[in-house]
C-alpha cells in the first residue's frame, strides 16, 4: 500500500481505493431547514467534503408521505416520489434540494459515482441515463414511472432499519445490501423499459390498489378471495387483478406469497423462532405445507436456515441470481 492509499497493480498502474458505502454515507454532510409557510415541511441539501465531487447518487425509499425534488431556489419540482415508491436518483450538491414532511418515512442510501461504475456497464441502459452530460447541472431519476416497493425490497429495508452502523459487521450489511437494492432496482427498471406500453392508472386506481396491499399484508393469515377484496376497495375482481398487476407487477396472491415467504425468511434469520410457529403466523394450518411453499420459492427448507447451513450463502446466492438476472459479470 503506497501512501497516497493506493493500490498498485501487477503491471505497476496504481488505482485509487474506491471507497465504501458507509464510508461515504458518513461523510455525506447533510443540512435541514424548515419552510417558513410550512413548519411540518424540511428543505434538506446534501454535500460531501470532497471538493472535487460534484454529485451524488441516491436510491431513496418511500415507505410514507412522499419527496419532492427540485432545484434550490426555484418551487418547479423535477420529480416526486410517493408512499410505497422508489427510484434511483442523481443530486448534483450546489442546486438540489429535497422537500419532505415531518411526519414521513423514508430510507435513502447514497453512492458515489466511482462505487456505481464498479457494478454498472457502460453500455447500460441506466448507466447512460444516469451519466448524461446533457443534463449534468439537473436532478436525473433512473425511471420515469415510480418503481413499487415489493416484499423483497420491504424485508431488505426491515434489515437495515436495525443496523446500528457501529459494529464493523453493520458495515458490511450496508454494503452488501446496498447493492443488493441497487441490483433489485436496475431490474425494474429493465422490467418497466421492456413494457412498452404500460398500463397508466389513474389517482383512484392506484390508491385503491395500494389500499389491497395493505389488506394483504396486514391479514396475511386470512384467506380472502379476489370477490372479497375488489368488494373491500370499491372496485370489480376484473379490475383488481389488471390495476394489481400493473402497477406491482405481480397477481395478487403472488404478491401475498412473496411477502410472506420474505417475511418468513427474516423472521428465520433474526429471530428465535420455531418453523411452525413461523407457519401459524403466516396462515398456514400445517406446518408442512409452509415448508412446502417456502422450498418451492427459495429451492431449500427453512429448517437449513435454523440449523444455520445456509445463514452465510443465502444472500450470496440471491446476489450471484441477481447478477446473472443482469447480465452482470461476475468473476
Known amino acids: 500500500m503506497t501512501q497516497s492509499e493506493e493500490i498498485v497493480t501487477l503491471k505497476g498502474e496504481s488505482q485509487q481505493i474506491v471507497e465504501s458505502v458507509f464510508l461515504y454515507n458518513k461523510n455525506m454532510e447533510t443540512s435541514y431547514r424548515t419552510s417558513i409557510e410550512d413548519r411540518t415541511k424540511i428543505e434538506i441539501r446534501l454535500n460531501h467534503p470532497d471538493a472535487t465531487a460534484e454529485v451524488t447518487f441516491q436510491m431513496i425509499f418511500v415507505l ?26 442523481r443530486l448534483p450538491f450546489k442546486t438540489t434540494r429535497m422537500l419532505v414532511n415531518t411526519t414521513d418515512d423514508m430510507l ?24 448524461s452530460n446533457d443534463l ?42 446496498a447493492i ?35 389488506i394483504l399484508i396486514n391479514q396475511a393469515g ?16 376484473f379490475n383488481l387483478k389488471r390495476d394489481f398487476k400493473a402497477l406491482f407487477g405481480n397477481t395478487v396472491f403472488a404478491y401475498l406469497i412473496q411477502h410472506k415467504m420474505e417475511k418468513a425468511k427474516l423472521m428465520l434469520i433474526d429471530e428465535d423462532i420455531t418453523v411452525s410457529e413461523i407457519a401459524k403466523r403466516m396462515g398456514y394450518k400445517h406446518a408442512t405445507h409452509f415448508t412446502s411453499a417456502f422450498k418451492k420459492y427459495f429451492g431449500f427448507l427453512p429448517n437449513k436456515i435454523k440449523t444455520g447451513k445456509l445463514s452465510i450463502l443465502i444472500f450470496f446466492d440471491d446476489f450471484i441470481a441477481l447478477l446473472e438476472n443482469l447480465n452482470f459479470m461476475v468473476i
Do not use: W
Not at 410514507?64 to 436518483?89: L, P, T, Y
Open 64 to 89: 410514507k408521505g412522499k419527496v419532492q425534488v427540485s432545484r434550490f431556489g426555484s418551487k418547479d419540482v423535477f420529480f416526486e416520489i410517493n408512499s410505497h415508491q422508489h427510484n434511483f436518483c
Open 108 to 131: 435513502c442510501i447514497n453512492i458515489s459515482s466511482a462505487f456505481l461504475k464498479r457494478f454498472l456497464p457502460s453500455e447500460h441502459a441506466a448507466y447512460q441515463q444516469l451519466f
Open 136 to 177: 449534468i447541472n439537473n436532478p436525473v431519476a433512473l425511471s420515469e414511472i415510480n418503481m413499487q416497493i415489493t416484499p423483497e425490497i420491504s424485508a431488505i429495508l426491515q434489515k437495515l432499519s436495525h443496523s446500528t452502523e457501529s459494529a464493523f459487521s453493520d458495515r458490511l450489511l450496508l454494503e452488501s445490501k
Open 180 to 214: 443488493e437494492l441497487f441490483a433489485l432496482q436496475v431490474a425494474e427498471f429493465e422490467q418497466l423499459k421492456d413494457n412498452e406500453a404500460p398500463i397508466k392508472l389513474k389517482k383512484i386506481e392506484m390508491e385503491r390498489m395500494h389500499e389491497v396491499r395493505e
Open 222 to 237: 386470512d384467506q380472502l378471495s379476489l370477490r372479497a377484496l375488489a368488494l373491500l376497495v370499491g372496485t370489480n375482481e
